[in-house]
T-cell receptor, first 110, second 115 residues
């Protein structure tokens, strides 16, 4: 059974800092990995999707990498801003629909 | 462009009462549809998914059920709510086509409180 772990559970950084969020998964037989953002009381917003054949994807200040063989993904946020404060979730898709981690709650302090 | 709607946005129901949550998708055809629950302090739990009209797969045995009466409509129901049914219910969609990403997109959610 696929399990997804996100470390740390919470993170607080000063504005302008570059940061990395980590995601690990137990079964490397995945089709893709997706990173989401969730603001309090809101639905999930898709940030980046990496197919199993890809190593990384970039969107603006966000860069996600995937090392399928080691079961790891990272989300890199450059020059963090207070508006980046949210919970970030990663999810992997294998033979079953998405399996989610519990998320990392990020606070960017002005 | 595609949009996904959920209603109601919030709901407070007594224990033992029925439930009906609705999700509709616009701007796409034959989507895969999903119901998730997010309970306080817990991750997202997949409840049901559907790859077509009348086709429902259940991931978690419970007192909830799902139906897909139309291509872009997904309904979550219960005959008698339990306290443990409280949570944030999210609907999502994706499209699986040859060479596509199968990226999932989520609705705004329904906050359900069972008292």
């Amino acid at each position: 059974k696929q399990e997804v772990t996100q470390i740390p559970a919470a993170l607080s950084v000063p504005e302008g800092e570059n940061l990395v969020l980590n995601c690990s998964f137990t079964d490397s037989a995945i089709y893709n990995l997706q990173w989401f953002r969730q603001d309090p009381g809101k639905g999930l917003t898709s940030l980046l999707l990496i197919q199993s054949s890809q190593r990384e994807q970039t969107s603006g200040r966000l860069n996600a990498s995937l090392d399928k063989s080691s079961g790891r993904s990272t989300l890199y946020i450059a020059a963090s801003q207070p508006g980046d404060s949210a919970t970030y979730l990663c999810a992997v898709r294998g033979n079953t629909p998405l399996v989610f981690g519990k998320g990392t709650r990020l606070s960017v302090i002005a | 462009s595609q949009t996904i709607h959920q209603w109601p946005a919030t709901l407070v129901q007594p224990v033992g009462s029925p439930l009906s949550l609705e999700c509709t998708v616009e701007g796409t055809s034959n989507p895969n549809l999903y119901w998730y629950r997010q309970a306080a302090g817990r991750g997202l739990q997949l409840l049901f998914y559907s790859v077509g009209i009348g086709q429902i797969s259940s991931e978690v045995p419970q007192n909830l059920s799902a139906s897909r009466p139309q291509d872009r409509q997904f309904i979550l129901s219960s005959k008698k709510l339990l306290l443990s049914d409280s949570g944030f219910y999210l609907c999502a969609w994706s499209v699986t086509l040859a060479g596509s990403s199968d990226e999932q997109f989520f609705g705004p959610g329904t906050r359900l409180t069972v008292l």
